[in-house]
């Protein structure tokens, strides 16, 4: 990682860095999400596109056509 020369400390955490202002003397960055907070939404989201295709499946079932649906 680039750092400029100064004094002051670059942020931690979960952030990234953008840049140095040297006119301000301050860092420049963006907050994130937590790497694990991340993964958990992840496995969420996946797991509701499971469900969420398993129940388009058993609509087509029961309109006894088999075709999928596409709503």
Same mark, same amino acid.
């Given at each position: 990682m680039?750092? /400029?020369? $100064?004094?002051? $400390? /670059? /942020?931690?955490?979960?952030?990234?860095?953008?840049g140095f202002n040297f006119n301000s003397n301050t860092w420049q960055y963006e907050q994130t999400v937590p790497v694990a907070q991340y993964q958990q939404l992840s496995i969420i989201t996946a797991n509701l596109m499971k469900d969420v295709a398993m129940l388009k499946q058993e609509i087509a079932s029961l309109k006894g056509d088999g075709a999928n649906v596409s709503e």
């Open positions: 680039f750092q /400029p020369y $100064t004094e002051v $400390t /670059p /942020p931690t955490g979960d952030v990234i860095i953008k």
